[in-house]
């Protein structure tokens, strides 16, 4: 079983890196169906540097847990590690992704507010 959780986690390390790195910003859920005009706007960059962060982050922990698990010998510490590692990791992601978007909102507001004289 801990091997299954070590691919997980590897294969969530190399989607954050792929989305960051190979700009496949096409996994990002709702970014392939913006108009044009909002993808103009959309700091995508920095969003997906959240999310290659994020990932990889969850990807380690994840492969942490379950290295921890093989060697304490206890095999539900893995699982534990990996709903943690989740959990705690896709909360801080969506919280810090409407922290962006509120930001980004605010800048294009104060853009606007400066370009009309």
């Known amino acids: ?8 986690g590897a294969f969530m390390a190399l989607i954050g890196l792929a989305i960051k790195h190979l ?14 005009q909002e993808k103009a706007a959309f700091a995508i960059e920095k969003f997906a540097l959240l999310m290659r962060n994020a990932f990889v982050i969850m990807g380690l922990g994840i492969i942490f847990g379950a290295l921890l698990s ?3 010998k ?8 990996l709903f943690a590692a989740l959990i705690i990791g896709l909360t801080w992601l969506i919280s810090k992704g409407r922290q962006l978007e509120k930001s980004e909102t605010a800048d294009v507001k104060r853009a606007k507010e400066g370009m009309n004289f």
């Not at 996994?27 to 108009?35: D, E, K, R, W």
């Not at 206890?74 to 590690?81: A, C, H, Q």
Request: glycine share 6%; hydrophobic share 60%; aromatic share 16%.
């Open 23 to 36: 700009q496949l910003y096409d996994l990002v859920a709702g970014y392939n169906t913006m108009p044009p």
């Open 74 to 81: 206890i095999e539900f510490l893995g699982l534990l590690i």
């Open 70 to 72: 093989m060697w304490l």
């Open 1 to 8: 079983m801990n091997i299954v959780f070590i691919i997980t």
